[in-house]
């Protein structure tokens, strides 16, 4: 991303606003050439689901060291605020890390996330003086509460986790983001460059996607159109796209056009 227009994100400046996730890839070999072909910056681990403790080759760290890129872990898997809470506190024992991803999970076959239970945990964590990047459903009155319990982020889904449907519904994701003022991602159910180029067009601050890259036939070459999507539709929102009409109008200027007789 340009770095005149950096993503501000829980006081910290970051060049590229496609975020990525490190889980279902085959192997931490193509886990790395992913996540270098995105440009992200910043990663989601889930805590729940993988070993930072583990040395070796085979490591995290090894593969996508903490010094170069920031660590999101995340709640993922957890049913209860009182799991994701637990979890989340396990990032800062771990790592000292204090931005986080709240996932709060209402239905383990929809995986649609709790409300309830998220806007608990959520009020919990704000209150330890933890960065809270919030996972939601598109409800602009939800993502409303979660920016005044003082989340740093939050993240409506664009359709159910690895749906792969793109954006259901704009409508909302862009009454989000006109009415918060803390950054809005689109988290979830973004399956082609094009959702993630929409999302940009909308408004968003960025997008996060695991899913769209790790079932991709190509994940490798997926990354790096999700990269350019995001870019592209950050520089269409910021240039402000033409309205649109119920009727045509000539790309042409009609004045000074030679008239057949004047030939």
């Given at each position: 991303?340009?770095?005149?227009?950096?993503?501000?994100?829980?006081?910290?400046?970051?060049?590229?606003?496609?975020?990525?996730?490190?889980?279902?890839?085959?192997?931490?070999?193509?886990?790395?050439?992913?996540?270098?072909?995105?440009?992200?910056?910043i990663v989601t681990v889930a805590l729940r689901r993988m070993d930072l403790s583990k040395k070796g080759q085979d490591s995290l760290h090894e593969t996508l060291s903490p010094s170069q890129y920031t660590y999101l872990p995340n709640s993922a898997g957890c049913f209860t605020a009182e799991e994701a809470v637990r979890t989340l506190r396990l990032a800062r024992e771990m790592?000292?890390?204090?931005?986080?991803?709240?996932?709060?999970?209402?239905?383990?076959?929809?995986?649609?996330?709790?409300?309830?239970?998220?806007?608990?945990?959520?009020?919990?964590?704000?209150?330890?003086?933890f960065q809270v990047m919030a996972y939601t459903t598109d409800d602009p009155v939800v993502a409303k509460k979660l920016e005044q319990i003082g989340c740093a982020a939050?993240?409506?889904?664009?359709?159910?986790?690895?749906?792969?449907?793109?954006?259901?519904?704009?409508?909302?994701?862009?009454?989000?983001?006109?009415?918060?003022?803390?950054?809005?991602?689109?988290?979830?159910?973004?399956?082609?460059?094009?959702?993630?180029?929409?999302?940009m067009e909308l408004g968003c601050a960025g997008v996060l996607l695991n899913t769209a890259l790790a079932d991709a036939e190509n994940p490798v070459l997926m990354a790096s159109a999700m990269k350019a999507a995001v870019i592209a539709g950050r520089q269409a929102f910021l240039a402000?796209?033409?309205?649109?009409?119920?009727?045509?109008?000539?790309?042409?200027?009609?004045?000074?056009?030679?008239?057949?007789?004047?030939?």
């Open positions: 991303m340009q770095a005149k227009d950096p993503l501000l994100l829980a006081g910290k400046s970051f060049q590229s606003r496609l975020l990525v996730g490190t889980g279902r890839y085959k192997d931490m070999q193509q886990t790395k050439q992913v996540v270098e072909a995105s440009g992200a910056e790592g000292n890390w204090t931005l986080v991803k709240l996932e709060v999970i209402g239905d383990k076959q929809t995986l649609y996330p709790d409300v309830g239970e998220t806007l608990k945990a959520a009020d919990i964590l704000v209150r330890e003086g939050v993240m409506p889904l664009a359709a159910p986790i690895g749906s792969g449907l793109g954006i259901v519904n704009p409508l909302n994701i862009r009454m989000i983001v006109e009415s918060l003022r803390v950054p809005v991602f689109v988290d979830a159910g973004i399956g082609t460059a094009s959702d993630a180029c929409i999302a402000g796209r033409m309205p649109k009409r119920d009727m045509a109008v000539a790309s042409s200027p009609k004045d000074g056009i030679l008239s057949a007789a004047s030939n």
